[in-house]
């Protein structure tokens, strides 16, 4: 089991959380970690994604005026 310290909203305060043993095959990287303290469970989402590319703007071709 890996342990880190985290702040507890139950506890309210830091805690050392623990990663219970992990049936999906995380190992120590699981997302899942219990409170030593209370025993609150916390889920640790990460998301990742591909930013939007921008589109590629052209300016508009400048308009000169003479004078008349």
Known sequence: MSTRE????VCE???PFEAPSC?????TDCPELICTG??????????????????TR???P????RAA
């Open 23 to 27: 049936v999906d095959g995380h190992g």
């Open 58 to 60: 052209r300016r508009p």
């Open 13 to 15: 305060g830091v805690q």
């Open 6 to 9: 985290m702040h507890c909203d």
């Open 62 to 65: 400048a308009i000169h005026l």
């Open 38 to 55: 209370c025993g609150a469970a916390v889920l640790i989402a990460t998301f990742a994604f591909r930013a939007p590319r921008l589109a």
